[in-house]
């Protein structure tokens, strides 16, 4: 008996880059570069390949929504912590409200899903800025890319 076939899938729905081809732009971290993968301005997500310079420390920050990551190179861990690093091969989870500090003291290259906003923050937990999807979209447009966010009609 033959099996029924599977419908072809819309072709609408598949969305691909090769980030090989693409270039590194300066992020909002000192230090780090990145590469915009997607976002998603229905829910707010967006998705980086990140890449830290020997030395690079983040600014303290909180997320507004988890995070995932995939470490493809090199390595970090949170400030004051240096006996937990997260380096190439690891997988890591940081949940909604996380507030740290990340050093990549070698340097490295991360794959991350954000599940929302990162705001920056001072000595006292006081905002400084936030970057979102948005933040991603608008800077990658403005260095010649022409990338449109899904759940947008931008």
Known sequence: MTQPSK???N????HTCHPEQMEWLAWAM??????????????????LLIKFEPGAQAPIHRHLGAVQG??????????GEPERPFNAGC???????????????NGAVMFAVFHGAVEGL?????????????WHVDKWNAAGNHYQPTGSKI
């Open 7 to 9: 419908p072809i899938p």
């Open 11 to 14: 072709i609408g729905t598949l």
């Open 30 to 47: 000192p230090g780090a570069h990145f590469k915009l993968l997607h976002a998603d301005a229905a829910s707010g997500c967006f998705t």
């Open 70 to 79: 995939y470490m493809l190179e090199g390595g970090f861990h949170y400030h």
């Open 91 to 105: 997988y890591l989870w940081e949940d909604d409200g996380a507030v740290h500090q990340p050093v990549s003291p």
């Open 122 to 134: 001072d000595e006292d937990g006081n905002v400084t800025g936030r970057v979102n999807w948005k």
